[in-house]
């Protein structure tokens, strides 16, 4: 069965520290995606990133940045720099394609508070 | 402007009572899917549906009730209402065939307290 683990319940730091969310991922599947999303105060799902399980690459867009390991079955995610705006719970998630459905598991959720 | 929309954003209701959320999207996507969201248990998968007349139980189905005869919308309705489904459900739709990669797009939450 897919599990996604994110062992970080809630994470705080102060404005302009590095944060590292983890998660940890487990799937029979060979290929498979995995995601990040947040969700800020508001409630939205907002979608951050998607990655395919044969591109270990690690990737970055701004601030945000994704390492990607296979061997560890990890997918972790680094805010630099952090910012107030970034406070939210960040989900981790997992594709799910068993059935023949098209599903996410999702781990649950580090809450991430950025004070000043 | 295409998307997916929940409705009603807020609901109170009552022990035994009947609730239907909705769900409507304008993306013509096939799968679509209704999940609760507890604190400590992140998202859950309730019912998920591959096209119009198919549907799937998914983590946490029993209580709930879906239907699909239309593409485009996908309602969640709790027959008698509990305590236990005081929660924020999502609905989400996703693309199929070459477009499919598992990303879902979610609507806005709504969120139902039973008292």
């Known amino acids: 069965a897919q599990k996604v683990t994110q062992a970080q319940t809630e994470i705080s730091v102060v404005e302009k520290e590095d944060v590292t969310l983890d998660c940890v991922y487990e799937t029979r599947d060979t290929t498979y995606y995995l995601f990040w999303y947040k969700q800020p105060p508001s409630g939205e799902l907002v979608f951050l990133i998607r990655?395919?399980?044969?591109?270990?690459q690690n990737e970055i867009s701004g601030r945000y940045s994704w390492n990607f390991q296979k061997s560890t079955s990890s997918f972790n995610f680094t805010i630099t720099a952090s910012q107030v705006v970034d406070s939210a719970v960040y989900f981790c998630?997992?594709?799910?394609?068993?059935?023949?459905?098209?599903?996410?598991?999702f781990g649950t959720g580090t809450q991430l508070k950025v004070e000043l | 402007d295409a998307g997916i929309t929940q409705s009603p954003r807020y609901k109170i209701t009552e022990t035994g009572r009947q609730v239907t959320l909705m769900c409507h999207q304008t993306?013509?996507?096939?799968?679509m899917f209704w999940y609760r969201q507890d604190l400590g248990h992140g998202l859950r998968l309730i019912y998920y549906?591959?096209?119009?007349?198919?549907?799937d139980k998914g983590e946490v189905p029993d209580g709930y009730v879906v239907s699909r005869s239309k593409t485009e919308n996908f309602p969640l309705t709790l027959e008698s209402a509990t305590r236990s489904q005081t929660s924020v459900y999502f609905c989400?739709?996703?693309?199929?065939?070459?477009?499919?990669?598992?990303?879902?797009?979610f609507g806005e939450g709504s969120r139902l307290t039973v008292l």
């Open positions: 990655r395919n399980s044969f591109d270990e």
């Open positions: 549906s591959a096209a119009a007349d198919i549907t």
């Open positions: 998630a997992l594709s799910d394609f068993t059935g023949g459905g098209n599903k996410l598991t």
């Open positions: 989400a739709s996703s693309h199929t065939g070459t477009e499919n990669t598992g990303e879902l797009f």
């Open positions: 993306w013509s996507h096939s799968y």
